[in-house]
């Protein structure tokens, strides 16, 4: 059984450039969020998608959007890129529905702009 | 809103000691607790959860962490460190949002490191 699977590994961009990184939720999972680790820090929710639609939204600027397919998979776009948005992407996938919906999480996309 | 301190940066152990990794939560209501570890390269893998009962829970590889309501702590312990338990620990406390799911906000991690 596969788990979490994100893509790419890694990424170079340039300021100003836009972004999109995928996320393929662990098999069973109809839930999908995104986390941003900085250097040195922990993760921060950027969002959680489910049933196509975001749901729930971190402190994040509009420049961040997102996507869920009808297959579940899920895309994190971010546009006009700056350099504090260099950083490991982290996708987490889980099933809704549960007192607690355990997030199992991805190894990540690591983003560096320059 | 809710928060989480992990006063240590980096902890520094010799193989076959015990473990302590000291971690504080601020939550308003009964707090959903986590720990993490992240090793290099990898994403984060839960270790352990407490969300009721009883205070002392265990978790995989053999570590376990007790809750103090009193204290707001969720400590992190392990009675004999292997050299391969060095990673980043994080410890995380869940809060129900507004779309209906617990959402983990993280501590800033302490990293473990593991001296033969």
């Known amino acids: 059984d596969a788990g979490v699977t994100q893509s790419p590994t890694h990424l170079i961009k340039t300021r100003g450039q836009q972004v999109t990184l995928r996320c393929s939720p662990k098999s069973g999972h109809d839930t999908v969020s995104w986390y941003q680790q900085a250097l040195g820090q922990g993760p921060q929710f950027i969002f959680q998608y489910y049933e196509e639609e975001e749901r729930q939204r971190g402190n994040f600027p509009d420049r961040f959007s997102g996507h869920q397919f009808p297959n579940y998979s899920s895309e994190l776009n971010v546009n006009a890129l700056l350099l504090g948005d260099s950083a490991l992407y982290l996708c987490?996938?889980?099933?809704?529905?549960?007192?607690?919906?355990?997030?199992?999480f991805g190894p990540g996309t690591r983003l560096t702009v320059l | 809103a809710q928060s989480v301190t992990q006063p240590d940066i980096h902890i520094t152990v010799s193989e076959g000691a015990s473990l302590e990794l000291r971690c504080n939560y601020s939550y308003g209501a009964t707090p959903y607790l986590f720990w993490y570890v992240q090793s290099p390269g990898q994403g984060l893998q839960l270790l352990l959860k407490y969300f009721s009962g009883d205070t002392l829970v265990q978790g995989i590889k053999g570590f376990e962490a007790e809750f103090k309501r009193s204290q707001s702590s969720f400590n992190l312990r392990k009675p004999s460190v292997h050299w391969s338990d060095a990673a980043e620990y994080f410890c995380a406390v869940g809060a129900l949002g507004a779309g209906g799911s617990y959402i983990p906000t993280f501590g800033r991690g302490t990293s473990l490191i593991v001296h033969p």
């Open positions: 987490a996938s889980s099933f809704r529905r549960g007192v607690y919906n355990e997030q199992f």
